[in-house]
């Protein structure tokens, strides 16, 4: 081969590289994906949020990641969401693909005013060394903290708390420990409480209750009065009952009106001395009767038909009719005006019987007398 063709076959060659290769850089940037993800505002104060927008090119699925809230996880290949209050600045990423290749976005939320220190919190009691079965206040409050939970004490003490607040103990019979941890995003710290409580005590001045009713055996829906005393006792408080009895704060003696009842009612009150290291319960029952029966009523239907007119007679065909039909005739009305057989459907089907005999008889005597006057006649 001389050189000439040597050198228009290597140009040749080098043509279709060129082709190849080009074809295939075109293919590459034909189908390569792009995303881009921004902000509607990218500097915000704390707790505060805005809104992400992001869009991709070519993309067949997209992922997100970082952020914050429910951010992370599959996305759509456009779209916009809300960040929801953020404490922190925080970044956002998406990432999106297809068969060529993928492409990854962020954009930076810079939040002004966060925590940058852990939070603080004070727990205190108004009174930490308490007589057997008394009372006393939790009192807390804390810094820079987002969130505060509580653990161990009494009286529903355990479970989420605001930032600040008090609450009763309930009475105590054994010494409690209160404890309530709060945090932010940087950390959290606890800080706990101890009740003290003396021993069983005996009280040199017991309160005492009483309480009773003007009647505990009552008719249905009567009422009555119920009363109550008491010795040593600062303030009482009612439960069950009726009438709102139940639940009030009541004196340490007095009378209440039941309103009328239509069941047994029991009624009890509690009182408490001063500090509530003493308190006693008593109730009264009240018994009812049960409800009377309402009566029947002796109202019943009438099934007897109304008399036939004792003045109606069956008609006489002829005017002639011997004494014989006559007194046929005033049988018929005779025992039409039997009352025996006007009192009841019973009494009707045997009369409409009788009529329907005395008619027939009529008939057969009619008949025999025309016979005689045709037989006369010839």
Known sequence: MSML???ITLKLALIVAGLVLGSFVFSYEAFAQSVDISAADTDIQRNSGTTL????????????SGGAGSWAGPRLTSGSMGTGSLANTTIFTIACSNNFGSASDSVTINVSGEYTQEPTVNISADNTNLAYNAATNIRWSSNNATSCNASGGTNGWAGSKALSGFIGTGSLANTVTYTITCSNDIGSKSDSVTIN??????????????IWADDTSLGYNLSTI???TSTNAANCRSSDGTNNWSSASRNTSGLFYTGNLTDRTTYTITCYNSNNSS???????????????V?????TASTSLPPISQTAALPIPN???SSNKETSANA?????????????IIGWLITIVLILLIIILIRNIIERREKTNISAVK
Request: glycine fraction near 4%; charged fraction near 15%.
């Open 197 to 210: 409580i003396g021993g069983s005590m005996s009280i040199s001045n017991p309160v005492t209750v009483d």
């Open 295 to 299: 009566a029947q009523s002796n109202i």
């Open 319 to 321: 005017k002639k009719l």
């Open 5 to 7: 063709n040597k050198l």
């Open 279 to 293: 308190f006693r319960s008593d109730s009264v029952a009240i018994n009812v009767s049960r409800q009377p029966a």
């Open 332 to 344: 018929a009305t005779a025992a039409i005006d039997l009352g025996i057989f006007t009192n009841s």
């Open 53 to 64: 927008f992001w869009s991709s090119t070519d993309a067949t699925d997209c992922v997100a």
């Open 226 to 228: 119920v009363r109550w």
